[in-house]
């Protein structure tokens, strides 16, 4: 059994530069726990591949950072989240293992005042089906929409969060579940918040924004706090960030989704 | 010294499903010829990745199609002939290697006639100056103009060649070169002829744009005819398809790029 302490660093692993986003949610949070995250930038996107694939990869991913003895290990990805969240616990023993659709969909349960939920994401993440099932657990009469978006990642890493294309896009995308009138949308991809203003834009105010990286903050804190776990001063190395691949332009992509300057990379074989 | 036969097959790769638009030239040029294709679809997009990532992947997938004893092999993406085309010829020694970016330089200098040539990639074929490098080579004064069009890709694989959002990103990508009096556009990217449609409307009828898949298919047959390795008769296998990930809707998007319905595919592992 491993022994987890308090000063361990809390590992975190994506696809790609999309759970940045996740990071920065969980220090905002947590400014004093030490994290370690792994992007495999190398094989990114999963959203688009096969579940067997995914597994693969995933399992990979995870044995990477079992590596830095985590006291837990957060799935920033929404397609792993769905699809290979079972191979990671078990590689993970008896450490933690929170995924992003758990805590999106139980927020989404939450905020929904009818109960019905509109959930967007990437091709493999929607037809898993994950969310849906996730939110029927939670609250059986659950009306579930999903929409898959694949091309919100693009737009979100070419930086035309604003461009009127994305607005046409969102519209071409969320028309369907604005004509099921959900009250609730999870965006359910690493990426999607920062499209945020062209998906509130479009859906309009009346339905309540979802952000699973916010939600798995929250549950973050409630894991480590429950096991007595919380880290109590600020930590040498607040973020370790490990990638597979540092192609052209990583440092300005990377920190649109980070929200500040990026700590030194180290670039890691999977 | 590998003994190179008329019935032996033309080897093709490429990251993905994209190549298959150079598949669709050679079938059309040569229908005699047998085809081994392979598209890494578990590892694509190569074409946001880094110079030694997509080395890596091009020795992967040239070692993988010499296991077919290829009379040629053809190097379908561009992002590989624009980065990696050394690394497929040392591997694959005497049998002769052709990448797209050659064929497609020298149908642009040949089509153009003030010399004045845009050229339109991924942000790695872009960024690497291959075909900026090849023009050159060919025709010293010529000018030209480069644009990374990443967006081109996921519009192509989504099926939305004729949505407005299309429209309004090939104007955003492609206003540059036409404000520096471009009279020929080099499709350097096997996904772009699905958009043909849409760049057509943006450049308007003055300027002749320039398929690298049609380029390759007239150098395929110069190189076999030249070496009588031209094949006779219809082959048993006239196209044998093979696959790193069978990822959702693959049969569907690749039989948009093939233009006719697919063959089985072979999964296989690299």
Do not use: W
């Not at 959203?47 to 990869?57: A, F, H, L, N, V």
């Not at 009250?183 to 999607?192: I, N, R």
């Amino acid at each position: 059994m491993t022994k987890l302490t308090a000063a361990s660093p809390i590992g975190i692993f994506d696809s790609g530069v999309g759970g940045l986003t996740v990071v920065r949610q969980i220090r905002a949070l947590l400014p004093n726990e030490p994290l370690v995250y792994f992007g495999d930038t190398a094989r990114v996107p999963y959203g688009t591949k096969s579940q067997p694939t995914i597994r693969k990869y995933a399992a990979d991913d995870a044995r990477l950072l079992l590596k830095y003895d985590p006291k837990l290990i957060v799935v920033a990805c929404n397609t792993v989240s769905a699809l290979a969240l079972d191979v990671v616990k078990e590689l993970a023993d008896d450490i933690p293992v929170l995924g992003v659709i758990a805590a999106g969909a139980r927020l989404a349960v939450e905020q929904s005042k009818i109960k019905r939920i509109g959930v967007i994401g990437t091709s493999a993440t929607v037809n898993s089906g994950a969310y849906q099932s996730e939110i029927h657990r939670i609250e059986k009469n659950a009306f579930v929409f999903s929409k898959a978006c694949p091309l919100f990642v693009p737009l979100a890493e070419e930086g035309l969060a604003a461009h009127d294309a994305t607005k046409l896009i969102a519209k071409e995308y969320l028309t369907e579940l604005l004509e099921a009138n959900i009250d609730a949308l999870v965006l359910g991809c690493t990426h999607y918040p920062i499209l945020r203003g062209a998906i509130r834009e479009t859906v309009g105010n009346s339905v309540t924004i979802i952000d699973s990286a916010e939600a798995i903050a929250r549950d973050i804190k409630s894991t480590l706090t429950e096991k007595s776990l919380l880290n109590s001063s600020m930590p040498c190395v607040p973020l370790k960030l490990l990638v597979s691949d540092v192609p052209q332009r990583f440092k300005s992509i990377a920190e649109v989704f980070l929200g500040v300057e990026l700590p030194d990379i180290e670039l890691v074989e999977v």
